[in-house]
């Protein structure tokens, strides 16, 4: 089964610092999709990620994947406090046939970002 | 986000109780799941379901057992639950393409907190 480990597992960052969080996968990757969580609430999705080299970004959040490393990075610029939370990285299961959007997910990064 | 919503949001029962999880979409669209996250463990998919259809079930105990009416709510009846099922459960949509690869995006509830004493 496809398995993502994520890095680092949590990540403690002063405000307006840039921080790196990494997805990566056992299997090849058909797509990526980051995501992030407050403590006890819903995932709300931040991104997706569907071919090689494609980059994202939403404000301060960038996005990129490489297929070639099965891997993916999310990237925060200057942070602030409202980007505290747990972020997520799910892939789909498999790229052909019914997947039915199956998604296999990381075990979260939990960034702290301090005023 | 009022796209998918879950009732109740805290939960907590005994082990002999009967209970059930209710999500609601209001997306339009045609897949729901459930989800398990369990302290320090990855986000576990229990159950599939598209066009009101099971089409996925994750060797997920008999004590849980979902239940798809309509494309627009989803159940999840619970009875004799163990301790360790205690987890927040999280229910999705999404709009599958029936047969084709899909990667569209899957949207979450805000998910139920479940404590079994």
């Known amino acids: 089964s496809q398995e993502l480990e994520q890095s680092p597992q949590s990540l403690i960052v002063q405000e307006g610092k840039n921080l790196t969080i990494n997805c990566t996968s056992s299997?090849?990757?058909?797509?990526l999709y980051w995501y992030k969580q407050k403590y006890g609430e819903g995932l709300i999705f931040l991104m997706m990620?569907?071919?090689?080299?494609e980059e994202k970004s939403h404000e301060k959040i960038t996005a990129k994947l490489d297929e070639k490393k099965q891997q993916s990075s999310l990237h925060i610029t200057a942070s602030q406090p409202s980007h505290a939370g747990i972020y997520l990285c799910g892939a789909p299961l498999r790229a052909g046939g019914t997947s039915y959007g199956k998604l296999t997910f990381g075990q979260g990064t939990i960034l702290t970002v301090h005023p | 986000e009022t796209g998918v919503t879950q009732t109740p949001r805290h939960l907590v029962m005994g082990m002999t109780n009967k209970k059930s999880l209710k999500c609601e979409q209001h997306l339009g669209h045609n897949a729901m799941y459930w989800y398990k996250q369990s302290a320090k463990k990855p986000l576990e998919l229990m159950f599939v379901?598209?066009?009101?259809?099971?089409?996925e079930n994750n060797s997920v105990p008999s004590r849980f057992s979902p239940e798809c009416p309509n494309s627009s709510h989803l159940f999840l009846h619970l009875h004799t639950l163990q301790p360790e099922d205690s987890a927040l459960y999280l229910c999705?949509?999404?709009?599958?393409?029936?047969?084709?690869?899909?990667?569209?995006?899957?949207?979450f509830g805000p998910g139920t907190r479940l404590t079994v004493l």
């Open positions: 990620l569907q071919k090689g080299g």
């Open positions: 379901y598209s066009l009101e259809e099971r089409v």
């Open positions: 299997k090849t990757l058909y797509g």
């Open positions: 999705a949509s999404s709009q599958d393409r029936l047969g084709r690869p899909s990667t569209d995006t899957q949207y």
